[in-house]
């Protein structure tokens, strides 16, 4: 009795998914014969389970080319792209082989068209978050930004929308303001400025909606950090893997000695970058290190400066 107790056990382990050992001769050793729905026990040849459901596709594929070709599976589910279908259909009077559509379906067309419109934008916020997708897009397209801040933008959108917040203002400017409060949570390195470079509000208007958005939205952000713009500024400069660890490091000391207080990141991050590279013999002027950053010459050499002075860095003689 305990050994049929026991073998009903395995068993129902096995049709749980749970293959353990076979329930005749107790071995490990399984093998799974996908062509039959079997699997075998490779001691004894017990057939351990059989009628086995093949969960894969019904086609075979032998390169990787036949197997992305035969694939019916979509791009991943996105936020950006919405819970509607993105196509439209065509306002021209011809069907999909160029002939022309006659009179009565060119009016059934016309009627289904019409729904289409309206099935896909039911509600004033779906229409506004259709037309704060667009804007995303065109602001994520002139960033380089990747997906993922693409989504946590939306989603603080969304959120300052449900609120209330969104009313009275642009989209342009709310939407502005959400992507730049994203890169800031996910330590994407953006600045205000160059976020509002391409918007037509300005840069005065993002900050307001910025600034809206943490107070109101609930939305919060961590301090920025220069260390994240020195990759960055280094890739635009080409600089070497030891000028980036040096510059980093000199931040680091900075923060520890309480000087990136109230100060613009990524001129932090660029004189600290310029000071490494003299330091490390990759030697770039202070022009070409604002250029990279996109700040003033007058601010990179003013926290140069400072920085040098404060944290007493010894540099080499000029020849």
Known sequence: MEKERKDIEDLLRIYEGEILRCPNCGSDKLIRDPARGEIICAVC????????????PEWRAFTPEERERRSRVGAPISTVMGDTLTT???????????????GSRRLDMHRLRKWHIRTRVQTSIERNLSQARIELERLAAQLDLPQHV??????IYRRALETGLVRGRSIE???????????????????????????????????RCYRLLVREANV??????????????????????????MAKEILKRAKEAGLTAGKDPAGLAAAAIYIA???????????????????????????????VKKLQIDLPLKK
């Open 45 to 56: 040849g017990y057939v351990v389970r059989e009628r086995e459901i093949d969960r894969g």
């Open 88 to 102: 439209d259909i065509d306002w021209r009077s011809k069907d999909a082989s160029g002939r022309q559509i006659e």
């Open 150 to 155: 693409k989504e946590h933008a939306l989603e």
């Open 173 to 207: 400017s709310v939407m502005a303001a959400a992507i730049y409060a994203a890169c800031r949570d996910l330590k994407v390195p953006r600045t205000l400025d160059e976020i509002a470079k391409f918007t037509r509000a300005g840069r005065k208007d993002v900050a």
């Open 220 to 245: 919060r952000v961590p301090l920025p950090d220069a260390r994240d713009f020195v990759s960055r500024i280094a890739g635009a400069l080409n600089l070497r893997g030891e000028t980036v660890k």
């Open 277 to 307: 590279a003299i330091k490390t013999g990759d030697i770039r002027t202070q022009k070409d290190v604002a250029r990279a950053a996109q700040v003033t010459e007058v601010t990179v050499r003013n926290r140069y400066k400072e920085l």
